[in-house]
């Protein structure tokens, strides 16, 4: 529903006060796994959200130029993703969302397929590049691990329905259902 791939059953999306149409969603969106064309060099894979938003390929490729470093991308942009470990294209995959500088990043388990160590490196880099941009996301994972230490604020889901909303040590400490209470023991 947020990215518009649904439509509600009922009610309405509000972002900032205002409805929000489907076809105008405020939201950068990753995917579960990279979606990088192979065709494309790493930068402008990065860029691409950008040229479909628009923007001049030059100009997107300036932007992803200087977000490289911080996303530990310095040295591929000339490259393709056939040539770059799992983790460095979702580093691509990241980089791409947030380029877009989009109100709201929307990312689906972006981390799911990688191993810890990779995991753990990313996780860092959304947490500095969140607390450095004040940028809203919401990050979809199943990782409670994950969600207890990234969130600012956590909402428990179980089958389609809110168990609890809470900030990770309230939820932690007091489980409102017997599935968060199960779930944060698991």
Do not use: C
Not at 65 to 74: M, T
Not at 100 to 122: C, I, S, T, Y
Not at 141 to 155: R, W
């Amino acid at each position: 529903i947020l990215t518009g791939a649904l439509a509600a059953d009922r009610g309405e999306l509000v972002f900032g006060g205002a409805p929000v149409p489907e076809r105008q969603r405020p939201f950068a969106y990753m995917p579960q796994r990279d979606v990088l064309l192979p065709w494309r060099s790493i930068l402008d894979n990065a860029g691409i959200g950008l040229e479909v938003a628009g923007v001049p390929r030059a100009e997107a490729r300036r932007r992803v130029g200087e977000l490289l470093v911080p996303f530990g991308l310095a040295g591929t942009e000339r490259l393709y993703p056939r040539q770059l470990s799992g983790g460095m294209r979702q580093r691509v995959s990241f980089l791409r969302t947030v380029v877009q500088h989009r109100p709201v990043l929307l990312l689906d388990e972006p981390f799911g397929a990688l191993d810890a160590r990779v995991r753990k490196e990313l996780r860092q880099g959304l947490r500095e590049i969140h607390d450095a941009t004040g940028l809203t996301t919401i990050f979809v994972t199943h990782d409670q691990d994950e969600a207890m230490e990234l969130a600012d604020l956590v909402v428990v889901m179980s089958m389609g329905r809110i168990e609890q909303i809470g900030r990770p040590q309230d939820i932690r400490a007091r489980p409102a259902t017997p599935f968060v209470r199960e779930f944060i023991t698991a």
